[in-house]
């Protein structure tokens, strides 16, 4: 779908991609350099195509409330997910197979055999902090759009805002452990998932503890 879209349009939605709460016209506008007027004509294509929906009121300082724009789910699932159909299929296959309860630990064994395979494609990661920084890149380029950050603590963690199994998340969250088991094989690490989208989060955060030798 995105494909179709004029790029100040591909640009909006990614603003608002990364912005769940929402944001205003004067938000928009200053993030893109274009006119308000510019970005209400791409405001309302977009709610004509059902990709964007007005959202909640932010209070602005004693002036008129901000109307915030949000994506709506079509909008989220319109962004590339190269492999959540393949997970689709790998999930049913388990679930026939192992049956519900052994969900979990299966999806962690596929997510550890997904590593394994990555990691031999990157043979000179040596420190905690390569293998991390390679990670966020690879998650980027599967569609997670994800990126490596620091906190206020000066904790590295990895956020991404396009979870290719987000829709399947919201129904089951075992799918998670098919990540968990992926990163944490990538990178030597236990990972603890911080913030999930799947509840309700802005986006998911994950951070990373070097295992001991």
Known sequence: MLNTMGERQKQLLKLLRGKRPGMSVDELAKSLEITRNAVRQHLASLEGAGLVTAGKTRPSGGGRPQQLYVLTELGRESFPRQYSWLAQ?????????????NMGKRLNDIGVGVAQQMRSQYPNLKTHEEKVDKLAEVMD???????????????TVIEADNCVFHRMAIKDREICHLDKGMMETFTDSQVKHDECMAEGGDLCRFRFSPKKE
């Open 141 to 155: 380029q599967l569609g997670y759009n994800a990126k490596k950050t620091t906190m206020p603590d000066g904790e």
């Open 89 to 101: 299929l790998v999930v049913a296959s388990v679930q026939q197979e192992e049956g519900s309860e």
